[in-house]
């Protein structure tokens, strides 16, 4: 199969022609027909995320084909895979419904190769079916961007007043999802970032601005994105007493100091860790009823490193998808 392959870290991804891989017991082999590219893959390429596996296939926003395997889906089902791609199981974190603090846990496209090739193995257990209202380059992002979405947004409890910091991938999904809810939301973004601000705006944004300087008005949430550690007392200072500011990414740079009275009045600073199982199967229930659409570009496989350095620079608008050339 062909697929674009990491070698170490800060080094492009390399073109390759690989073994067909082989599902073990309780795995799916799947043709791939997209796959996602995230933010976490970037991570992993600059070396961010320290310990992936090497070498390494990216990708963890996969739609594909079942061709052999398991027997949970048939051959040619349409299924999902995500970031979360196995747990022991029985740990305390998985015996509470909490699978994705799994110290054990593997992750696709880290710990198990992903979706930047031709064919992938996958467990079973932790692939979703795909609703049928998507073609495959749509679905793709819903199986990451729009999962951290959906569980930072439920994380932001009932908040009617939400900010949106950092307008890609995750947030142009999640805020079609919190719109459909009844919230409002307040979008931002870069400094003179016109285009996202427009965006954000047409996908039903009552607000969209720069992020550091905050909107008109107090939130009762703020979800940061973006992977800027400043934005964090940026949108405490924006927050209501007993608002939450949750952080979506899996790397942020260092969050500056700031003065106690941002956090005072019960405000919370929490993060977002990975996705479950359930996260899954409520948004992919809950996406083609609201009606949400991902916006993407589209790019063949072999030109992975360019997609990768277009989120580098933020230049998509939406999500980037990779599409085998024998897709």
């Known amino acids: 199969m062909r697929a674009m392959v990491l070698e170490a870290p800060r080094e492009a991804l390399r073109p390759a022609d690989l073994p067909d891989p082989v599902p073990g017991p309780g795995q799916l082999l799947i043709r791939v027909r997209a796959c996602g590219v995230c933010r976490t893959d970037l991570h992993v390429v600059d070396g961010e995320l320290t ?9 963890h926003q996969i739609v594909g ?6 027997s949970r889906f048939s051959p040619g089902t349409r299924v ?14 998985c015996s509470s419904g909490r699978e994705n603090l799994c110290d054990a846990a593997r992750f696709t496209g880290y710990d198990l190769d992903g979706g930047f090739a031709e064919l992938a193995v996958a467990d079973e257990r932790f692939c979703f079916a795909v609703p049928d209202v998507y073609p495959d380059v749509h679905a793709a992002p819903l199986l990451c961007a729009g999962l951290i979405g959906y569980r930072s947004l439920r994380l932001a409890g009932e908040a009617e007043a939400i900010g949106l910091y950092g307008f890609g991938s995750s947030a142009h999904i999640v805020c079609q999802v919190a719109v459909a809810q009844g919230r409002r939301v307040f979008a931002g973004t870069r400094a003179g970032d016109d285009e996202a601000q427009e965006f954000a705006r047409s996908l039903g944004a009552v607000w969209a601005g720069d992020a550091l300087a905050g909107p008109p008005e107090e939130l009762d949430a703020v979800i940061v994105f973006a992977p800027v550690g400043e934005l964090v007392p940026a949108a405490l200072a924006r927050i209501r007493k007993g608002g939450v500011v949750v952080c979506a990414g899996i790397h942020m740079s260092d969050i500056p100091s700031f003065p106690y009275e941002l956090l005072w009045g019960e405000r919370s600073i929490r993060s977002v860790a990975n996705l479950t199982r359930q996260d899954g199967e409520e948004l992919l229930a809950l996406a083609p009823r609201v009606a949400v659409r991902t916006e993407i570009e589209t790019f063949p496989l072999e030109r992975a490193n360019e997609a990768l350095e277009r989120l580098r620079r933020g230049e998509l608008r939406g999500s980037a998808v990779l599409v085998p050339s024998s897709s």
């Not at 310990?51 to 990708?59: E, I, N, S, T």
């Not at 084909?65 to 398991?70: A, D, H, I, L, S």
């Open 51 to 59: 310990r992936p596996k090497l070498p390494l296939v990216l990708g």
């Open 65 to 70: 084909e079942v061709v052999e395997g398991g």
């Open 80 to 93: 999902g895979v995500p970031w979360l791609g196995w747990t022991d199981g029985d740990c305390r974190y």
